[in-house]
């Protein structure tokens, strides 16, 4: 095993509240902490025949183990130790199977351990591995806590949290929670010592294994686990993860988690395995190892619970971008990965998107940009103007329930709205979904509003206006090209829809006028060597990453031609760690990077756009989660981290399924 490098080491990856990382080299080389970078410590120290060796968090005087490797899978980071004459593994596995919903919802994760002698000789050994109080509060100001230890059937768990708490008590971006109880637990027959104790001032919860180490292998597993109590306000609506559906409490997903060990931990191996050889088949292997990394992360940074109706609802939170919940322009980067394994997510994603849309306040022909700011669905805040509650800054405040008011009511600010960016991401977003599923049975109740926001695009979307689109960082744009193709393919996608609900003669109505719209926009685009940022302006040019899904729709409404004369392009003005996401700055995106390197008709082509992804990650100053906006000459994140964008990279994969195609790239 070689030791992987990547910015950020996904450890605990259960949900954007409970997400624990390594920004190092080395699991010693700085403290654990969230995804914001808020320290979240984990200390793992092994005491080998009476000396102290540390694995896991920064010294306090101990010496460290020598790392000999670190690899990093889809749903686990394993470390390898060597000191002492002993070897220690330590694999950090998340349970993330997109099939079942239980699971990916269930806030369990696994710490498991493998000691062995290196010698032949055997060696005494207790190893430690603890977590601090930070974890159950935001901010470094330490709060009064509370903890024991529950003894329960075939099992104990350690646990502790806030003396006073108030559940749901803040929203925001960068800001972790603030309530609920964290758990760390073994089974009986691991032999673990459980305990809630205070030290140097800090409580922890920790357990201590004691053994003596052999040439055999030794192994064992804890589990640790994070009771929120409270997850999502929905609409009016307290409502627990998933997992907690029927009625079910903490204690019992921490056994079941504990009792399906053995059998997820091969699972999950076999799903690595399968997603690993399809990557590197499609990509190479630089492909699978920016997948592997990518995995856990697009998935935890959701959190998923059901409405009154029982139906799922997938919520993704915006990282480090704005904080807003069920975002249409993450959620329309992120569907790749989701409608290879499990188009019932993104159902997920689009439920509460369209019960906002259909509520008095939402009274626009255009799609809205969010429906609230996490952790509460109480309708949009993007663009809400400071007299209904917009401050800065809003670290922590909890908005008005915006999906309460009347219609008629002025609290939007228009110029701040995304109106061709939000209404074809919808509709692109139906069309994918159908025809994963084959048929437009979810989509039929919706088509009133689809319909209303293709007229919006028929109007507005051939040249859009001074608009936001979901480059939003980079400022208002007028004529912006790449967003006119998204405009074109919402039209052809509500079309697609209409054909699949049985209305054919409507259906080619539409898709004629996307085909028309598409060979005017070639036209108006062209440069020469490739196409305009924005219409009337040669000397700009932009990633198209649009349009991708005229070749995943097989719509053929652009031409073979158009796409080779981008790819050439952006091979052209790529940098060292990839190519800019226009002209206008040297930074880019990863995820619309995959998305153009799709574009490609064979793999040599698209590898070489890839190739700068995993040197970005090899040598990235920036130690944080795999950042999607990061700048292509000096690999310094801009900002976003932990995003479920990444879902995204797996867009080569999407086309091999939607060509049907085994070798397609």
Known sequence: ?????????????????????????????????????????MDGIVVIDGESYRFMGLSGGERNMEQAGLHITPTSSSYLFRGGNIRLRITFLTPLLLTEPELISRPCSYIAYDISSEDGEEHQVCMELSMDEGHCYDGIKQKGMIGGVHRMKGYAAAWMGQEKQAPLSHSGDDITIDWGYLYLAASDQEGVELKFEKKEGRYRVMGKISLLAAAEVKSG???AAYDDVASIM?????????????????????????????????????????????????????????????????VAAHKLIEDKEGNLVFLSKECLSNGCIGTVDISYPSMPLYLLYNAELVKGMLRPVLAFSRMPVWHYDFAPHDVGRY???????????EEYGFREPHKGKVFPMYYIYPEGSDIYCLEQQMPVEESGNMLIMAAALSKTEGNADFVKEAMPLFKKWT?????????????????????????????????????????????????????????????????????????????????????????????IWDILF??????????????????????RYGVPLSSRETYTKSDWILWVASFAETKEKMR?????????????????PFSDWYDSCSAKEMSFQNRTVQGGLFMPLLKEKFLKKEEAV
């Open 554 to 575: 097989e719509s053929r409404l652009f031409s073979a031609e158009l796409f080779e004369k981008e790819l050439e392009w952006y091979l052209k003005k790529q940098n």
């Open 234 to 298: 929905y609409f009016g609506d307290i409502r627990k993860g998933y997992w907690a559906k029927d009625g079910k409490h903490i204690p019992e997903a921490i056994g079941e988690a504990l009792s399906q060990k053995e059998e997820l931990f091969e699972r999950c191996k076999r799903f690595d395995e399968e997603l690993t050889e399809r990557t590197e088949r499609v990509g190479g292997e630089e492909y699978a190892r920016i997948c592997a990394l990518a995995y856990r992360q697009t």
């Open 455 to 547: 007229d919006y695009l028929m109007e507005y979307g051939e040249d859009p206006g001074n608009q936001l689109c979901t480059d939003d960082f980079a400022g208002h744009l007028a004529h912006n090209a790449n967003l006119a193709v998204k405009a074109i393919m919402g039209i052809w996608s509500y079309g697609f829809l209409l054909e699949m609900n049985g209305e054919k003669e409507k259906a080619a109505c539409y898709k004629k006028k996307a085909a028309q719209l598409a060979k005017e926009w070639e036209k108006k685009a062209d440069a020469g060597e490739y196409t305009v940022l924005a219409f009337g302006n040669k000397e700009s040019w932009s990633l198209k990453y649009n349009l």
């Open 1 to 41: 095993m070689k030791n992987e490098r990547v910015p950020s080491v996904p450890l605990i990856t259960c949900d954007p509240y409970f997400s624990v990382w390594s920004p190092a080299d080395t699991l010693f080389g700085a403290d654990t902490c969230s995804w914001t970078g808020e320290r979240k410590a």
């Open 608 to 624: 070489k756009l890839i190739a700068p992804l995993i040197t970005y990650l090899e040598e990235t100053p920036s130690r944080v």
């Open 375 to 385: 952790p509460y669905v109480t309708g949009q805040v993007y663009g809400v103007k």
């Open 221 to 223: 597993c804890l589990v």
